[in-house]
T-cell receptor, first 116, second 114 residues
Framework: AQTVTQSQPEMSVQEAETVTLSCTYDTSESDYYLFWYKQPPSRQMILVIRQEAYKQQNATENRFSVNFQKAAKSFSLKISDSQLGDAAMYFCAYRPPAGANSKLTFGKGITLSVRP | DGGITQSPKYLFRKEGQNVTLSCEQNLNHDAMYWYRQDPGQGLRLIYYSQIVNDFQKGDIAEGYSVSREKKESFPLTVTSAQKNPTAFYLC?????????????FGPGTRLTVL
């Protein structure tokens, strides 16, 4: 079974600084998908970024980028120029390559606080 | 606007009672999912459905039941057999196909057992 590990339960960053959230996963698959979801205090889950394992290029979405290390099974999220609105829980998720039948496996999440 | 709605937002139940959480989507998505969220536990899958009239157990299905009579609806019943039902429940949906589809989430229902 796939597992997703987020070993840091909490992190803090100064506004305008950069922070990296760590995620590791375990799988025997060679093709799969990885996601980072954000859950702000409203508790609405929002997709931040996704990465296809067969793509070597790291995904980027504005201030958010990932460092995908397939051999190390590592998928970290970098938030640049942190803003107060980035304060939230962040979940890393793994999905195997089986179409809509695939289930997401989530990590336990990390709570990010942003200091003004 | 397309999206997923869950109702109610807050739900209180007495011990021994069954309660049904509603989840409706107008995204024309094939697959729907129910998750439970507890502090420090992340999201755990309860049930999922890939198509109408079909559903499968997730990782923590005991004490829960679902139905999928319509594509847009996937209600979750928390039965009296669920020993610790107080939690935050999230419904999600995704398109069919083999693309790397994200799951879209509803706003959630907070269930409290009194």
């Amino acid at each position: 079974a796939q597992t997703v590990t987020q070993s840091q339960p909490e992190m803090s960053v100064q506004e305008a600084e950069t922070v990296t959230l760590s995620c590791t996963y375990d799988t025997s698959e060679s093709d799969y998908y990885l996601f980072w979801y954000k859950q702000p205090p409203s508790r609405q889950m929002i997709l931040v970024i996704r990465q296809e394992a067969y793509k070597q290029q790291n995904a980027t979405e504005n201030r958010f980028s990932v460092n995908f290390q397939k051999a190390a099974k590592s998928f970290s999220l970098k938030i640049s120029d942190s803003q107060l609105g980035d304060a939230a829980m962040y979940f890393c998720a793994y999905r195997p390559p089986a179409g809509a039948n695939s289930k997401l496996t989530f990590g336990k999440g990390i709570t990010l606080s942003v200091r003004p | 606007d397309g999206g997923i709605t869950q109702s109610p937002k807050y739900l209180f139940r007495k011990e021994g009672q069954n309660v049904t959480l509603s989840c409706e989507q107008n995204l024309n998505h094939d697959a729907m999912y129910w998750y439970r969220q507890d502090p420090g536990q992340g999201l755990r899958l309860i049930y999922y459905s890939q198509i109408v009239n079909d559903f499968q157990k997730g990782d923590i299905a005991e004490g829960y039941s679902v139905s999928r009579e319509k594509k847009e609806s996937f209600p979750l019943t928390v039965t009296s057999a669920q020993k610790n039902p107080t939690a935050f429940y999230l419904c999600a949906s995704t398109e069919g196909g083999r693309t790397y589809n994200e799951q879209f989430f509803g706003p959630g229902t907070r269930l409290t057992v009194l």
